[in-house]
């Protein structure tokens, strides 16, 4: 979790200020936590604590502002818990707790689309949190990249065969699942440590901090920890609250 939180920190100030290159200060004076933060955490609460996954969406969203796109937004504020069809790719910027909390392919794509639907219940929102929670299950259980990117590959066809270097050129902001979630998960392949991925993902030029987000989110379970610098800088950022809950997922569930 703590792996995507800092990829959402890292990527946060490229967001609207896209740039294609790997060498860059990790940490800029305005990063923050985003969207992506506050409901991945909702995500490891409602886990946690067994609440509906929409409950804690709108309690965690409505408590902590945090640039939410329009249509969440207005969802956040309405009374009705009906979701709105999105494709877009906060379905998978704020799964990581599952992949790391079910301990069975089935299980993991289950609660994977669980936490989808209840905004993002359109196809491709569901088949994007569902891609990136099983790469996560997948990495953090002994699987090599090999595996990660063929199983991926075949089950939601994701095209993975393509490298940074040919997508980087012609990339732009993108929030949809179908063309955020695969090349971020290529982010991750191409990288030989943490924080690399998280860079790869950065120089793409697109939703920064939701694509180094989901790099970063299975980054972590591949590697098995987040460098402890990043995990300093990163906690620096965050409430209490969302702290508490990070630490007692991660011994519940027993997460590097």
Known sequence: MLGA????????????????????????????????????????????????????????????????????????????????????????????????????????????????????????????????????YLARTGADKEVIKKEISNRFDYNLERSLEEIRPSYVFEVSCQKSVPESIIAFLESNNFEESIRNAISLGGDSDTMACIAGSIAEAFYQQVPEKIVQHSKQKLPDEFLKIIDKFYKKYRVS
């Open 5 to 136: 939180i800092s990829g959402d920190i890292i990527g946060s100030i490229y967001e609207w200020n896209p740039i294609k290159i790997t060498d860059f200060v990790l940490f800029g004076n305005k990063c923050d936590y985003t969207d992506d933060t506050v409901l991945t955490v909702a995500i490891a609460y409602s886990i946690l604590e067994n609440v509906d996954y929409a409950v804690a969406l709108k309690r965690f969203g409505n408590n902590y502002t945090a640039g939410y796109g329009s249509n969440f937004y207005n969802w956040l504020q309405s009374p009705s818990y009906e979701p709105y069809n999105s494709w877009g790719n906060g379905s998978a910027m704020r799964v990581s707790p599952v992949g790391f909390a079910f301990d069975s392919v089935e299980t993991v794509l289950e609660q994977a689309k669980k936490s989808a639907e209840v905004t993002h219940n359109h196809p491709e929102g569901i088949k994007g949190a569902q891609a990136v929670a099983l790469a996560i």
